[in-house]
């Protein structure tokens, strides 16, 4: 479930409306972002939708994680990896 | 037992903590700060038991600090706070709608090697829901109590206490290892989420239906901007007929004891000085309480969290993120709430910055120094369908923003230069407001304020008014006998640094003790010009005598200096507790006053110029 499929993507590269499931969170670099993402309720295997963004410049972005609404910014959003479905 | 044993309440934000506390504690809680640090301490006795205390630690998401008041929530848990005993056991509140993600933090606390106990809360809304646990199994993984309660109608709270009790002696150590990093934690805590979950619920439609108007687009912003001016049009209307009677309250006052006592100092004191005084600032409570309400409500149902979404943009535009748009909003009542609730922005440049610009969004304080100029200045005519008066008062508000943003810029990039925080918010879901919590914290609030009245004011109004009077004017002098006072002799030496600004030695003179608060220069002005009586008659009489005494550039000049002027000796205060130094608040008062000059100045000679 962890491994990244070929389709996976960045979440900032989404539109409203998409669903998924993250497969990965990381990048090159920045654990304590990763961390600070992890503790907020991203986590491998839990379902994501793109719901809403923001009206001026469509950032930041609002997503559904598991039970929960979570806003963050684009440049965060590079770090989580989809699977969309 | 010397002292109550502590019991430390925490979880992530939103889990509906700071409920079930006031539920636990009821209306006598003690707040307090920290000695030196920007946290308040709030705690209260469990269900009326004296030997057991409740500590409501600052909600977060994990025992890694990410800002200072979650730095407080790690200190006092590990045993490492300056002041606080190590506590005897923990309460930590868990969201039933939300169990993998709390159960985690449950997970990453029992590594503390404390007693825990934890309160499973929402139950009604997992029920509505339709969410089902199996709380006993819950207890049984986790190996500690578990209790479902609903805080806001107080259910579950007795088994929470005995739980709570009999727990002070349970064996903490029960050897389950979940791993130590937040990825393997959040597996074990998923795992047995999974396990204890009968059914998994339908989720929480109507914040997904609300979201999707009041984060519309289009939509969204236009309800936001909405709402801002309803709540400020509320400021207005609703507070008008308190507001009278407060004032009528005061008048009365001052007529009784004009009855009761013959002419002299102590009626001058008691009428002049403390009444006139402290009354010119309690007649603000009203507006205070309602701007406070409304962003109660905002804040209880979910909503603002949303505003912060929906600012992000903008102030990331001058360096700042969403968050920073709730204290600022705060600052509309008051400044130093507004500077107390930047305790929540993680980045410290972010935070300072915040608390940096706070005093130009334009305070209750301000208005009746507004509202008076205004009357006597600016012509009750309509432009536009727009009535004048209400145009420039909205100017003034609107001076005030623009000021924050463009120093929030400035200051971004020179003084507090450095990296700027990211912004990720949780979006909670919608609530129906919780009367405890907004009545609660109104109280706190207005309680606030009038200590304020009652101290700091209070105190200013007397020292000004004894500094009227003495000393006393020579025998067959010209002039009023303000002139010839203390306040007199030093608005004569200000006269010359505010001349270039339109300012005469009569405001100059009331400028003094406005910089305790600035809706005293507005009685100030009134003892100054040598008036007396009843409020209400300093009021009317004051508005026509301006009108007299002062050219229009100077009335404008000096509307200009109360966007800026840092003249509140509380903000200062605050702001040396929440930076930790005397560094910051001077450098506010230095940049404040500045811009507060500068502008006058323009203002003054080019009004003076054309007009």
């Known amino acids: 479930m962890n491994a990244i499929s070929s389709t996976a993507v960045s979440l900032d590269t989404l539109s409203p409306g998409a669903c998924g499931t993250i497969a990965a969170l990381g990048g090159t670099a920045n654990n304590d972002m990763v961390d600070r993402l992890r503790e907020i309720g991203f986590a491998e295997g839990l379902d994501v939708e793109f719901l809403h963004q923001s009206p001026f410049g469509k950032d930041p972005i609002a997503v559904r994680v598991g039970d929960m609404t979570v806003a963050l910014r684009r440049a965060e959003a590079t770090l989580i990896k989809v699977n969309i479905v | ?611």
């Open chain 2, 1 to 611: 037992m010397s002292s109550p044993s502590l019991v430390a309440v925490v979880g992530n934000p939103n889990c509906g903590k700071s409920a079930l506390f006031n539920a636990l504690t009821g209306l006598r809680q003690k707040v307090a700060n920290y000695p030196g640090a920007t946290v308040e301490r709030r705690t209260g006795a469990l269900m009326g038991r004296d030997g057991i205390e409740l500590i409501d630690l600052p909600g977060t998401y994990s025992l890694t600090p990410r800002s200072p008041d979650e730095a407080v929530t790690f200190e006092v848990l590990s045993g490492k706070h300056d002041v606080e005993q190590k506590p005897a056991a923990i309460l930590c509140v868990v969201d039933a709608t939300n169990l993998a993600q709390h159960l985690r933090f449950v997970l990453e606390l029992k590594a503390l090697d404390l007693p825990i106990v934890v309160a499973m809360n929402m139950m009604d809304l997992a029920a509505r829901e339709r969410i089902s646990i199996d709380v006993s199994l819950l207890s049984t993984r986790l190996g500690v109590p578990v209790v479902e309660t609903i805080a806001v109608r107080k259910k579950g709270l007795t088994e929470l206490t005995d739980k709570v009790i009999s727990s002070f002696n349970a064996p903490t150590n029960l050897n389950i290892d979940y791993g130590d990093t937040i990825k393997l934690r959040q597996k074990a805590a998923r795992k047995i989420a999974n396990e204890v979950t009968l059914s998994e619920g339908i989720g929480h439609k109507s914040t997904r239906v609300l979201d999707s108007f009041l984060l519309h687009p289009l939509l969204g912003p236009v309800i936001l901007f909405s709402l801002l001016f309803l709540m400020f049009q509320a400021v207005f209307s609703w507070a008008e007929a308190p507001m009278g009677v407060i004032d009528t309250g005061i008048g009365a006052l001052q007529g009784i004891f004009s009855n009761l006592l013959s002419d002299g100092l102590l009626l001058s004191f008691l009428n002049d000085g403390i009444l006139a005084g402290v009354g010119s600032v309690v007649i603000f409570l009203p507006q205070i309480i309602v701007l406070f309400f409304c962003i109660l409500i905002l804040e209880s149902t979910g909503y603002m969290a949303r505003a912060a979404f929906l600012m992000d943009r903008i102030m990331a535009s001058v360096g700042l993120n969403g968050r920073a748009f709730i204290p600022l909003l705060s600052s509309f009542a008051c400044a130093i709430p507004g500077i107390m609730a930047a305790r929540s922005i993680a980045n410290e440049k972010d935070r300072l910055t915040t608390i940096l610009i706070a005093p130009l969004m334009t305070c209750a304080a301000r208005l009746p120094v507004y509202t008076v100029i205004i009357a006597a200045f600016i012509p009750n005519d309509t432009v536009g369908g727009f009535g004048l008066q209400g145009l420039v008062m909205f100017s003034l508000y609107l001076a005030g923003i623009l000021a924050a943003l463009a120093a929030a810029a400035i200051l971004k990039r020179t003084v507090t230069q450095g990296p700027s925080d990211t912004f990720i918010l949780e979006l909670p879901k919608y609530q129906v407001p919780n009367p405890r919590y907004v009545f609660s914290g109104l109280y706190e609030r207005a309680g606030l304020f009038l200590k304020r009245a009652g101290t700091i004011i209070l105190a200013s109004t007397i020292i000004l008014w004894a500094l009227t009077l003495y000393p006393e004017p020579p025998v067959g002098a010209d002039r009023p006998d303000v002139a010839y006072s203390f306040v007199g002799i030093i608005g004569g030496w200000l006269e010359v640094i505010f001349a270039p600004i339109g300012f005469n030695w009569e405001i100059s003179a009331a400028l003094v003790p406005g910089m305790a608060a600035r809706e005293v220069a507005i009685a100030a002005l009134g003892t100054v010009y040598s008036l007396s009586g009843s409020e209400e008659m300093i009021e009317a009489g004051l508005v026509s005598m301006l009108h007299s005494a002062w050219s229009l550039p100077t009335a404008l000049s000096f509307l200009t200096w109360f966007i800026f002027a840092p003249q509140c000796l509380s903000t200062l205060a605050v702001t040396k507790r929440e930076t930790g130094g005397w560094k910051w608040p001077l450098f506010m008062m230095g940049y404040l006053f500045a811009l507060a000059y500068g502008a006058s100045f323009i203002v003054f000679q080019t009004a003076s110029a054309l007009l």
